[in-house]
């Protein structure tokens, strides 16, 4: 049934060919790194910011190693690959609808021999008429995981405290760590060692900027931030990161109100969706308060030569033009592939499953 995952993106081909000479990392080093994950095991994956240096690299080498096992351009037959996850099962919580979270969860913990079942509003009393705290007790005595994807953030460290096994963030309103994750390993594939590369963000200071501000800062990256008025991120999250980009040599975040100041200069431009699930009734006067804000080619002539653009999914014509999108310059779609490989590695991290 999954051997069809050996004929992925077109992408996917060469970024496992490539990854271990771009990214610099021999086979040796890689499994040094992977090996800082054994005190990984048990913990909540809640934001990037609580992830060591050394975990998060041990992530991202992880998630390539199951990439260049699993995937297109392995010599391995994915149904006879190893599966660490064999009696293992992750119930995910889905109070917001995702085509990525949920297929790349369901297919990666099958091809880890787990089990994923999926938990929609219809299925699960979440906060309704059971609490949380009881259903984080009940599915801990079912699951070895629990995967969660929510409005509120305060219904992530709801879960996280109750639960006696480990919780994933899936999304919530204040952070979406999986999709850093995929974002920088799809960076570390195009460019190898990300260090010294500036990122610029061009739209809501949303859940996605968050995170991808404290791991880009921990990769040593420069951080630049454009946001139009009152779409501000959120000021504890930025102060992490300057403290972050302090301790990790970059230069400080840099934040604007002008689209062009942040990506002039810039090797990635990033943008999302302006308007998030829950916010549809906003759709009209945030299209309004984010002119100026499209990345189309005009803007990425603004960044470094070879400057690649990146966008979680699902995007919107006014957010980014087709010309950008579609373009050799975007990296999209070996992103949306990544979310699959990184979530395998923060799930099989977590059961010491390594």
């Known amino acids: 049934m999954f051997s069809s995952l050996r004929y992925m993106n077109k992408p996917a081909a060469r970024f496992a060919a490539e990854t271990l000479v771009k990214s610099g990392t021999s086979s040796t080093k890689r499994g040094m790194s992977i090996s800082a994950l054994s005190g990984f095991e048990g913990k909540n994956f809640i934001s990037i910011d609580q992830l060591s240096n050394e975990e998060l690299r041990g992530l991202l080498d992880l998630s390539k ?12 037959d994915p149904t006879t690959a190893p599966k660490p996850l064999t009696g293992q099962s992750v119930s995910m919580i889905f109070q917001k609808r995702s085509t990525r979270t949920r297929v790349s969860t369901e297919t990666g913990t099958n091809l ?15 906060g309704v008429n059971e609490s949380m705290r009881d259903t984080a007790l009940v599915l801990s005595r079912f699951n070895s995981v629990v995967l969660a994807r929510v ?18 963030n899936a999304l919530s309103d204040m952070h ?45 990256m420069n951080i630049r931030v454009a946001t139009p008025d009152g779409y501000e991120a959120n000021e504890g999250v930025v102060e992490t990161t300057k403290k972050l980009a302090a301790e990790n040599g970059t230069e400080d975040v840099f934040l604007t109100k002008v689209a062009s100041e942040a990506v002039k200069g810039s090797d990635v431009v990033v943008t999302d969706t302006w308007v998030s699930m829950g916010q549809e009734s906003e759709y009209e006067k945030r299209v309004q308060e984010f002119d100026g804000y499209q990345v189309n080619a005009s803007l990425m002539e603004q960044a470094n030569p070879g400057a690649v653009f990146l966008h ?31 979530v395998m590695a923060v799930m099989a991290a977590q059961l010491g499953k390594l």
């Open 176 to 220: 979406h760590p999986l999709q850093t994750l995929a974002d920088l390993m799809a960076l570390e594939d195009h460019f190898g060692d990300v260090r010294g590369k500036s990122l610029a963000w061009v739209g809501d200071g949303n859940n996605v900027l968050h995170d991808l501000m404290l791991g880009g800062a921990k990769l040593g």
């Open 65 to 76: 190693k199951y990439r260049d096992t699993y995937g297109k351009g392995s010599s391995v």
């Open 312 to 342: 979680c999914l699902p995007r919107h014509p006014e957010e980014v033009s087709d010309e950008v999108f579609y373009s050799d310059q975007s990296l999209v779609f070996p992103e949306a592939e990544n979310r699959m490989w990184t």
């Open 151 to 168: 409005f509120s953030h305060n219904d992530i460290l709801e879960l996280s405290k109750h639960a006696t096994v480990p919780v994933i």
């Open 112 to 126: 880890l021999g787990g089990q994923a079942l999926f938990l929609g509003p219809s299925d699960i009393q979440l």
